[in-house]
């Protein structure tokens, strides 16, 4: 099996990210997400959480991906992952990190698939005049 990932939220961007990632790649198993609404508090996050680890095959390890350092979904998932030796939490989720992740969880283990997430979503943020201007750079 592969490594599981639980994508969560402020509001309904988890979902939207994985319904998008599989709109490019196809289909994916071994992934859910939690939203995070007004009303919900950290204890309702961590509930959420353990719902979706039931539903997962956790043995390859589990890779919380969230959308702020610090904010309710990152403190959540930080309670229950940072006992565990093969689960982590990932910041600062888009689609580009999500796609990468996704496609490689085939063919790496957990460490690799956690760096894979760090640099593809940081890899994924590009300015369309920087990145002509390193493109002339290059010609020269």
Not at 2 to 23: D, F, Q, Y
Not at 71 to 78: R, V
Request: aromatic share 4%.
């Amino acid at each position: 099996m592969t490594v599981g990932i639980i994508i969560g939220t402020h509001g309904e961007s988890a979902r939207e990210l994985l319904k998008s990632a599989e709109m490019i790649i196809g289909k994916q198993d071994n992934v859910e997400f939690i939203t995070f609404v007004p009303g919900e508090n950290t204890d309702t996050l961590i509930q959420k959480f353990h719902e979706k680890l039931d539903a997962l095959d956790t043995s390859e390890g589990v890779l919380f991906m969230v959308d702020l350092f610090g904010g309710s979904p990152y403190n959540a998932a930080s309670q229950i992952a940072l006992p565990k030796e093969k689960m982590d939490v990932v910041t600062g989720v888009n689609i580009p990190m999500l796609l990468e992740t996704l496609s490689m969880r085939a063919a790496s283990g957990f460490e690799d698939l956690r760096n894979t997430a760090l640099t593809a979503g940081s890899d994924g943020v590009k300015s369309l005049k920087q990145s002509l201007k390193n493109v002339e750079e290059d010609d020269l």
